[in-house]
């Protein structure tokens, strides 16, 4: 049994694909699936059930796969910590990022990080939540800025602040000169949404159903940058985190009369040794968040 040989087995059972493993691990498709068969001859065990071009985890992978898991994160958490003691707040740092907070908040701030650590070699990396979560599990990702809560005992999530989440309408719109609207001014309005997944549309549908208001879903997607054209265009509305705003041009943007935010943290793998650059990113996060207040 070899660790890469683990690793192209997490990949296959996370995204249920010998090709898609291949792909996402930058080998051919027949020498992952060469190495999944001799981890399966060493341990004597069928892990896979190919199932046409999709596989489905044996009850001998689901109990693998846990395990698996583990070393993978136990080995990235060595190296990390090796090459911190080698060479103080240096070394690869790789860091997850929402969409709908990436271009809003880490990417507009990032430089300061690069400028303030040059030895630290920074990689970036969007995906919503459910697989920046699979990435801190395998050691693929250090850190994750996300929307907490997150429900999964392998990570640890930590506040940064909280959001007001606003509504986003076109300039022509009957509300267009209000400062503040109620749920009830917003009955029947057609609703953008972001695509299942994105956390933010948790988001926004937890408001609606706390309100107890009727929003006709019509269209979804997976940016802002789809959604608020469209608002612009009085197609519909939407409700936006207030760092979104910045890029709604010919969109109004109204406060809410009952309390509604999103919460904005990070997240890491429990009983993981930091490194000095994740402590060190961690710290700069931090502060720069507290200048948001």
Not at 229 to 240: E, N, Q, T
Request: aromatic share 6%.
């Amino acid at each position: 049994m070899e660790i890469h040989q683990l690793r192209y087995f997490c990949a296959v059972a996370q995204t249920g694909s010998f090709t898609k493993a291949a792909e996402q691990e930058g080998i051919a498709q027949p020498s992952l699936s060469q190495q999944i068969v001799r981890l399966e001859t060493s341990l004597g065990a069928r892990l896979f059930d190919r199932l046409g071009r999709g596989v489905r985890l044996t009850e001998s992978g689901k109990t693998l796969l846990p395990q698996a898991l583990e070393i993978l994160r136990q080995v990235a958490g060595a190296r990390t910590s090796v090459e911190s003691l080698q060479r103080g707040v240096a070394g690869r740092l790789t860091v997850g990022c929402i969409p709908t907070i990436m271009p809003y908040f880490l990417a507009p701030s990032v430089s300061r990080f690069a400028a303030a650590y040059p030895d630290v070699e920074l990689r970036l990396l969007e995906d919503i939540t459910p697989n920046l979560v699979v990435l801190l599990q395998t050691g693929e990702i250090d850190v994750a800025i996300v929307s907490p809560p997150v429900h999964n005992p392998d990570v640890v999530c930590s506040d940064l602040f909280r959001e007001p989440i606003l509504v986003a309408i076109n300039e022509r719109h009957r509300l267009a000169e209000d400062a503040c609207v109620s749920f009830r001014d917003l009955d029947q309005e057609r609703l953008l949404l972001l695509k299942e997944g994105h956390c933010f549309r948790d988001n926004a549908l937890t408001v609606c159903t706390r309100a107890r208001t009727d929003l006709q879903g019509i269209f979804e997607t997976d940016q802002f940058s789809s959604i608020l054209p469209l608002v612009a265009a009085g197609f519909g509305i939407s409700l936006i985190p207030q760092m979104a705003a910045q890029s709604g041009s010919g969109c109004v943007f109204l406060q809410l009369d009952r309390e509604a935010y999103r919460r904005v943290g990070y997240m890491r793998v429990r009983r993981h040794s930091a490194g000095t650059a994740q402590k060190a990113f961690i710290k700069w996060i931090r502060q720069i968040s507290s200048e948001r207040a």
